[in-house]
Each structure stands twice: as structure tokens, then as C-alpha cells.
């Protein structure tokens, strides 16, 4: 089992900084991969980034590729998303997840745990 508490979500103006944290606690090995998601009313769970297990491969969605970076640190068992030149279209309840195959890390349905979110508001 692991746990996942996000921190660091709040209101920021458009062209400003974020940096979301996800303090996982339970197992204690970190070998599996995490990804970040994000969610707004109505719509579906979108991926945002992910991370392999030893933090060396990353991926991202397209339209935050060169804004948001992905990392983690797994002797703090903690894992990062900077965001960059934030845009009012980022605004949502930002989620982290654990333990997906990589094959799979853009796809929600394949991580085990989950986060309970973090509120991103971005004014303009």
C-alpha cells in the first residue's frame, strides 16, 4: 500500500510559479512509477507528467512541455511538479498517482493509488 498526501496547490496569477509536492508514506521501496493528473468539473481525469521509478525518464502532455517539470526524490519518499508561466486554463484539483507500468503512465485507469488533490487557481 502507499499513501499520497499533494501539498503546495493555491491562487496565482497568470505567468506565475507553482510547485506541487506528493509525500508518499507506506511501502518501502520506491520502485514504482508516479504521474500527475489533473481534473476540472465535468471532464475526466487528464494526464499531466510522469515519472519513472529512479526519477530518469520523464514524459509530459504536450501543452505543458517546456512549463511544468516533473521530479522526485526518493529519499525524501516526495515527488515535484514545477510549473512555470501558468495559464487560467491550468486552473484544476491537481492529483497524484503511484504504481502504474510505464507503458500504461498516461492512462489513469492504471495506478493503483491516488491522492486526494490539491486546488491549482490561476487568475488572470
Known amino acids: 500500500q502507499v499513501q499520497l498526501v499533494e501539498s503546495g496547490g493555491g491562487l496565482v496569477q497568470a505567468g506565475g510559479s507553482l510547485r506541487l509536492s506528493c509525500a508518499a508514506s507506506?511501502?518501502?521501496?520506491?520502485?514504482?512509477?508516479m504521474g500527475w493528473f489533473r481534473q476540472t468539473p465535468g471532464k475526466e481525469r487528464e494526464f499531466v507528467a510522469a515519472?519513472?521509478?529512479?526519477?530518469?525518464?520523464?514524459h509530459y502532455v504536450d501543452f505543458v512541455k517546456g512549463r511544468f517539470t516533473i521530479s522526485r526524490d526518493n529519499a525524501k519518499n516526495t515527488m515535484y511538479l514545477q510549473m512555470n508561466s501558468l495559464k487560467p486554463e491550468d486552473t484544476a484539483v491537481y492529483y497524484c498517482?503511484?504504481?502504474?507500468?510505464?507503458?500504461?503512465?498516461?492512462?489513469?485507469?492504471?495506478?493503483?493509488?491516488w491522492g486526494q488533490g490539491t486546488q491549482v487557481t490561476v487568475s488572470s
Open positions: 507506506g511501502r518501502t521501496d520506491n520502485r514504482y512509477n
Open positions: 515519472i519513472s521509478w529512479g526519477g530518469r525518464i520523464t
Open positions: 498517482a503511484a504504481d502504474s507500468p510505464w507503458s500504461y503512465r498516461d492512462l489513469a485507469s492504471r495506478y493503483e493509488y
